[in-house]
């Protein structure tokens, strides 16, 4: 019997890192382990969480004035534990916080910026539905003053990203990550507590059947988002179209990366932003969109491009096949 090859995230990682980076020192792979060590961690806890009374708010809200939920602060908690004593992440940035945490000043050890959302979709928590991680890395540039602030090494466009990834929480706990390679997904294990390669290369299809948005606010989205939908539905794209919408950004993106067909979170009436976050949502799942075939698109340019201003900014989102995101362009542009 063939016995399908067991091959680990860090096995795979070391090999990338051998066909790809052979002068790597190995950090970078160090680093990722704290990642998939916490998520591991936040898994568990997902996975019990009508039994260890964690559901429901604590009662505070967080920067995004949203009620933090219980979960959201564990999964920050165990991510921050886990980067903070690997020795090599300079500086973390998360969701959960206002500003971003210095962990190591001096610039010899201090290589590497980890941006994360610790728990997506956290409104989906108490109702049993998919929740994700997401994490963003970016090297810490060298900096010959010495004077730059922390923040301006966090506030990096997508494209400088050297890996990205997230973790669903679903039926299965997947891991998805890119480090410009393209993207490879892994199957928690969770007899043995590993992460096995069960997706090699994933690419989009180059358009697909499905469109994933929030209709509720579709009465406020600006005039074209309107008329690509109606363009979608109306049979026009030689597709006949289905609507999935869950409302965790990982899950949705994760069929879409899958299936193909596109996910959008336009501007609103309540976020004339976007509702969705640069720098550790929409970044990294732009990064995995390209990487996989597909594209992002804030409807005027690639998300990748956009310079960050601020930590916690927000962007409206259209990530998906090429086909899709090119119609949208004739329609928004
Ligand atoms: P988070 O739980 O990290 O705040 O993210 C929630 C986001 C994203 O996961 C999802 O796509 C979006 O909120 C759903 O927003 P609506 O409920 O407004 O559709
Ligand atoms: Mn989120
Ligand atoms: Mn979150």
Redesign the pocket.
Known sequence: MQHQQLVTIQQHLYEEQRRNYPQASGEFSWLLSGITLATKIIGDRVRRAGLTDILGVTGDQNV?G?LVQKL?VFANQALLHCLGSRGNVAIMAS?EGEHAIVVDRDRKHGKYVVVF?P?????NIDVNVNVGTIFSILRREPDATGTREPLADVLQPGRKQLAAGYVVYGSSTMLVYTTGHGVYGFTLDPSIGAYIISHERITMPKQGSLYSV?EA?SDTFPEGYRRYLAHLRSGEAGKTYSSR?I????A?FHRTLLKGGVFL?PPTIHYPQG??RLMY?ANPIAFLAEQAGGRAIDGQGDILDLQPTALHQRTPLIVGSQKEIEMLLQFVR
Do not use: A, I, M, P
């Open positions: 995004q949203e959201d969701e959302d728990l997506d979709g956290s409104s929030n606010n919408y409302g965790s950004l990982v949705d979170y509702k969705l949502e």
